[in-house]
């Protein structure tokens, strides 16, 4: 059981972010991409990247990036809050020692020995090399549906402000996972092996995500800026970006009609009735209407949220939206 212990001092500085990570989301999207399991949002872009990434690529950061066990903490530095290039860069610059000490700890596999020996002397051409495989990676496998996933954190970002304004921080913290519990000032997660943890006055950074699966995850080496990695809770298929707007729009109106077009794209990352009536400029009567015609089809699914009611695209309305078959 991984137990954290706050100081009010701590709880003064947790923070909780409100958009993606992105070096996280490459590192836990790597992971994700070496299995066969996980939701079904995961399993169709799974098919499709395996299909468009190069191995050249994929190859030397899959051996980074063991979907079991440990991943180098040099991977994801706290630079990375900032955005993709200030990630990137803070990764190439990590200083010698702690990329040796990371790759020491990383089971490599056999057919990578030599690469990863290469990395851990720091040798240009191996750094190179890792740099032009992230944005490789990046650009192929994260970048053309960002806006989308970034929807999806958002969204759960809201509900989790809402919770903290409601149940306090505390409510907030447990509410992370299943198995998380907020006792006194300690916030016990069963899900991991048992470590203790004292912040000691760094607070803690909540850093939600698409790609994280099943269980929080967190950097290995408790000297480092304190950083807690949770799934989101609802993790909808991904819609590329140049069919998220306007196109949708365009080719959805014709069949639904374009108000109802419009409810089904704002429900990718979830919206209230009354939001909805808001960002359409219909009235309420209309947005129930609306839903109840894309909820009877299949394309939404409703659920009730204390006073109102939530709406989200089913897997069948992703993939009306983003023009592919449903998974």
């Not at 698409?210 to 967190?218: A, D, G």
């Amino acid at each position: 059981m991984l137990r954290i212990h706050f100081t009010a001092e701590d709880l003064a500085r947790t923070t909780l972010a409100a958009d993606p990570d992105p070096l996280w989301e490459v590192l836990l999207s790597l992971h994700m991409l070496q299995v066969e399991d996980g939701p079904v949002p995961y399993g169709a872009w799974r098919q499709r990247m395996r299909r468009k990434l190069p191995r050249e690529s994929v190859g030397p950061l899959a051996a980074l990036a063991p979907p079991v066990g440990y991943s180098p903490d040099f991977l994801t530095p706290a630079a990375s809050t900032g955005g993709f290039d200030a990630g990137l860069d803070g990764m190439l610059s990590a200083p010698r020692d702690r990329v040796r000490h990371d790759l020491s700890k990383l089971a490599a596999r056999q057919s990578a020995v030599t690469w990863i020996r290469h990395l851990a002397e720091v040798r240009p051409e191996a750094l190179h090399r890792l740099g032009h495989s992230t944005r490789v990676y990046h650009r192929t496998a994260l970048a053309p549906y960002w806006g989308s996933l970034t929807n999806a954190v958002r969204a759960d970002h809201r509900q989790r402000m809402t919770q903290m304004v409601t149940g306090g921080v505390g409510a907030a913290l447990e509410a992370i996972h299943p198995q998380a519990r907020w006792r006194g000032q300690v916030l016990e997660i069963a899900a991991f092996r048992d470590e203790e943890v004292r912040l000691d006055g760094r607070g803690l950074r909540l850093q939600p995500s698409y790609f994280c699966w099943q269980h929080p995850t967190k950097l290995g080496d408790p000297g480092l800026p304190p950083v807690l990695v949770f799934p989101i809770r609802t993790a909808r298929g991904l819609l590329l970006a140049d069919r998220s707007s306007a196109d949708t729009q365009q080719r959805l109106g014709a069949l639904l009609g374009r108000t109802r077009a419009a409810v089904l794209a704002m429900t990718v990352d979830g919206r209230t009735t009354t939001e909805l009536a808001t960002a359409c400029r219909i009235t309420l009567a209309t947005a129930s209407h609306q839903t109840a015609v894309l909820r009877d089809a299949g394309l939404i699914e409703s659920r009730r949220r204390g006073k109102s009611v939530q709406h989200l695209a089913t897997q069948l309305g992703h993939a009306l939206l983003e023009g592919s078959a449903p998974v």
